[in-house]
């Protein structure tokens, strides 16, 4: 009896590139069903959110959303400012004559050494709030008496 060779066999690189097409594939499923299917879910949600608010008043423009504590929604129009919760109800408004930035500045600036560098509406623990974020801090304060409602280091 005559030794044999056994031959190995050998793949050709038609099956290389059909396994490297195969892998990318799968990648591509990974990456839309884990990365970007949350996000795609969460923007389908806002949309369904500003939609409803929208239906509620003709006239608001503006919207923005605002996490805190909880979600927000923030509108307005010629005359007031309106305030949204998640389920789009309406919390609260206020007139627009209220609106104040410069001086929620100023008192960010006076009282707690907070140099603005961006203002925006939000909603606090129980009341409308002014965000202002700048040297290295956040701070909200109240959207009508200008107290601070809460502070923290940013970076």
């Known amino acids: 009896m005559g030794l044999r060779h056994k031959r190995k066999k050998q793949h050709g690189t038609t099956t290389t590139i059909a396994l490297v097409i195969i892998l990318v594939l799968i990648l591509v499923l990974i990456w839309s069903e ?10 389908q949600i806002y949309a369904q959110r500003i939609e409803k608010i929208e239906k509620k008043n003709k006239d608001i423009q503006g919207i923005s959303e605002h996490v805190f504590e909880y979600t927000t929604y923030q ?14 109800k309406l919390i609260t ?11 929620a500045k100023r008192i960010a600036k006076k009282n707690y050494k907070i ?3 961006s203002i925006v509406l939000g909603y606090g623990y129980n009341n409308p709030v002014y965000e202002i ?3 290295k801090k956040l701070i909200l304060l109240d959207y009508d008496s200008f107290e601070r409602v809460y502070e923290r280091e940013t970076q």
Do not use: H, Q
Request: charged share 30%; with cysteine.
């Open 34 to 43: 884990f990365i970007s299917g949350p996000n795609r879910v969460k923007e």
């Open 133 to 135: 974020r700048g040297s």
């Open 93 to 103: 408004t206020r007139d627009m004559d209220t609106l104040n930035y410069k001086k």
């Open 75 to 88: 509108g307005y129009d010629d005359t007031t400012l309106y305030w949204y919760n998640a389920k789009s």
């Open 115 to 117: 140099n603005c560098d």
